[in-house]
């Protein structure tokens, strides 16, 4: 059996359609958020959608790592993560792990609305 961890994530987010775990299944490492926002804009709006209708801000001078993991219910979600040395060791060597999925909703806000820049 796989060893259990937890990811967290600071809102409710749709895609993850009320799952409990998830496997990861692919890392994807050194997306610019330049990219995610001017050439991906889709995929970065499916990936940060939040509960409240606000996306996640996704900063373009920022490079991330894109997270594919299969969840408890047979549906498949990403997740971005800033890319830095505590993500890499966390989550590069880590296909195949089962994670607990954890919604810790925070103060901060760290959102913006949907097409706005920034």
Known sequence: MSELREIEFNNDFPKL?????????????????ELLCNNFYYLM??????????????KPDEN????????????????????NEKNVELYAESVGVVYDIKIKPTEENNGRQQGIEG
């Open 17 to 33: 359609h009320n799952q409990k775990a998830a496997r990861l299944l692919m890392v994807i490492q050194d997306i610019s958020g």
């Open 45 to 58: 709006k499916y990936d940060s959608l939040r509960s409240d209708g606000l996306l996640y801000n996704i």
């Open 64 to 83: 991330y790592m894109l997270l594919l993991f299969l969840g408890d219910k047979n549906i498949l979600f990403t997740t971005l993560r800033k890319q």
